[in-house]
């Protein structure tokens, strides 16, 4: 009688884990087709829109830098607007936040990310 107990425990593991592969697997085509489309499921080309960088200050507010058709942009964002606090034009400038952007370390998980 124990060894059917046996078996279906470990039957039960082993299901566990193929579904847990398939959701994995599902989740690596969703994130490529996403990079590849811009973020959107209509989209061919990507968005026009990158965020450079964000910095929280509390909850429900923060600071992001965003790129937007080659104009970059330091907006404030809160839970009720979006304001454009200054708009970055200087070219060192430029290049010291995407270099900065390039920089950032890599995610151990990135496929979750």
Do not use: Q
Not at 24 to 45: A, C, D, H, P, Q
Not at 89 to 107: A, G, Q
């Amino acid at each position: 009688m124990s060894d059917s107990y046996l078996y279906m425990f470990a039957k039960a593991i082993v299901m566990l884990g193929v579904v847990i592969a398939v959701m994995l697997v599902l989740l690596w085509v969703l994130k490529r087709y996403m990079n590849r489309t811009g973020g959107g499921l209509s989209g061919r080309y990507p968005a026009p829109i990158k965020v450079l960088s964000t910095s929280f200050l509390g909850p429900k507010k923060s600071v992001s830098i965003v790129d937007v058709a080659g104009e970059v942009l330091v907006l404030g964002i809160t839970a009720e607007n979006i304001n454009c606090l200054a708009t970055i034009d200087n070219p060192e400038v430029l290049d010291e936040i995407k270099r900065h952007e390039t920089e950032k370390p890599k995610p151990i998980f990135k496929l979750f990310r």
